[in-house]
Nanobody
Framework: QVQLVESGGGLVQAGGSLRVSCVLS????????LGWFRQAPGKEREFVAS????????DYADSVKGRFTISRDNAKNTVYLQMNTLKAEDTAVYYC??????????????WGQGTQVTVSS
């Protein structure tokens, strides 16, 4: 069974940093493009960042560009999202996903259960 499990969420003050991780089990991550999405209370899920299977392409939502960095370690079957200069509006449940490269959720066919990130102002 192919599964994604996120970790690393938590509570951080505005201006601080946090790194969330996501491990894929059941299959090699090297064949997948990977993405991070988030959903805040009362809002729709939104795209955050994506990285191609080779790592050669990366894409970011305008709201996080310059503050967040997506990376992958195929040897560890893991994708990361480094979040710097966090803002209160970054508060959300963060989900990782595996599938095709893109910004749309429908392009991903494996999803994690989510990890809560809360930024206090």
């Amino acid at each position: 069974q192919v599964q994604l499990v996120e970790s690393g969420g938590g509570l951080v003050q505005a201006g601080g940093s946090l790194r969330v991780s996501c491990v894929l089990s059941g299959r090699s991550i090297s064949t997948y493009s990977l993405g991070w999405f988030r959903q805040a209370p009362g809002k729709e899920r939104e795209f955050v960042a994506s990285i191609s299977w080779s790592g050669g392409r990366r894409d970011y939502a305008d709201s996080v560009k310059g503050r967040f960095t997506i990376s992958r370690d195929n040897a560890k079957n893991t994708v990361y999202l480094q979040m710097n200069t966090l803002k209160a509006e970054d508060t959300a449940v963060y989900y990782c996903a595996a599938g095709s490269y893109g910004r749309r959720g429908q392009e991903y066919n494996v999803w994690g259960q989510g990890t809560q990130v809360t930024v206090s102002s």
